[in-house]
């Protein structure tokens, strides 16, 4: 049955969070996300300890918020952001590329770049938004994109990014102002990569690097 979004509080997440936000997301992230279904990496194994160091590292950063059910307190959705440098970013997907994840050298593809972020010294990234399918589409994930979006601005920061791989999310993001500075058609790649496009919808075969200054 539907849950009425009045029955759910927004909450910053930290640290102490780690073990919930990690099976939220392989649950509802991993197992939802049509590049993960694609690549056939829809579990935390898949990644190998990148996948809790990224987690651990952006619920440090500060800018991370969730969603529970006010009276069980219940995680039933999540946004996570990383805070981070224009240079430190670009080499971190470097090292994506490099690594064994089919979906991790693909986002490396549609790369931030230095050029992007000319004059701009601290970006924030936007990683991760999933929602508990019972709260789906009563605007909880905008609410929480709005609400990191919201701290990044008052603590300063000057750009944000996220790579969209689905059309609900890149729907949030575009109605919040961000715009599409880059897109990659997985059809182009799957074979060169192995995706198996017959397990997602048709519409969700595009993935953007959006971008808001
Ligand atoms: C993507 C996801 C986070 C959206 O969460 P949500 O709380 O349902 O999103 P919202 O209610 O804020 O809705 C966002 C937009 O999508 C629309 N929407 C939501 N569910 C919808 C549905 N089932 N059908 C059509 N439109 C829908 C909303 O109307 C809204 O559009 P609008 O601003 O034009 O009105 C959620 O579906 C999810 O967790 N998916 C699995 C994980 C995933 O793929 N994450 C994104 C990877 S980048």
Redesign the pocket.
């Known amino acids: 049955m539907a849950g009425d979004l009045e029955k759910t509080e927004l909450v910053m997440l930290t640290p102490g969070d780690f073990e919930e936000v990690a099976q939220l997301i392989e649950r ?9 279904i694609a690549a056939n990496e829809t579990s935390a194994e898949c990644f190998g300890d990148s996948f809790g160091l990224r987690i651990k590292s952006s619920l440090e950063s500060g800018f991370c918020v969730g969603a529970r059910e006010k009276t069980t307190k219940k995680m039933v ?1 999540l ?1 996570l952001a990383s805070v981070g440098r224009v240079d430190q970013l670009c080499t971190r997907d470097t090292e994506r590329l490099r690594g064994k994840s089919v979906g991790c050298r693909i986002l490396a593809m549609i790369n931030v770049d230095a050029e992007m972020f000319q004059h701009v010294t601290s970006v924030l990234f936007l ?7 019972r ?11 709005q609400k990191v979006m919201e701290m990044g601005r008052d603590r300063g920061i000057e750009a944000m990014f ?11 993001y575009t ?1 919040l102002g961000f715009e599409t500075v880059k897109s990659l058609d997985l059809s182009t790649i799957a074979d060169e990569m192995g995706l198996d496009l017959s397990l997602i919808p048709q519409e969700e075969t595009i ?1 953007k690097l959006m971008l808001k200054r």
């Open positions: 509802h992230f991993l197992k939802r996300n049509p590049l993960n959705g946004k990683l991760y938004v999933c929602v508990h399918p709260y789906c589409g009563r605007g909880l994930a905008r609410m929480m994109v996220v790579q969209a791989t689905n059309t609900l999310s890149a729907r949030i109605r993935i």
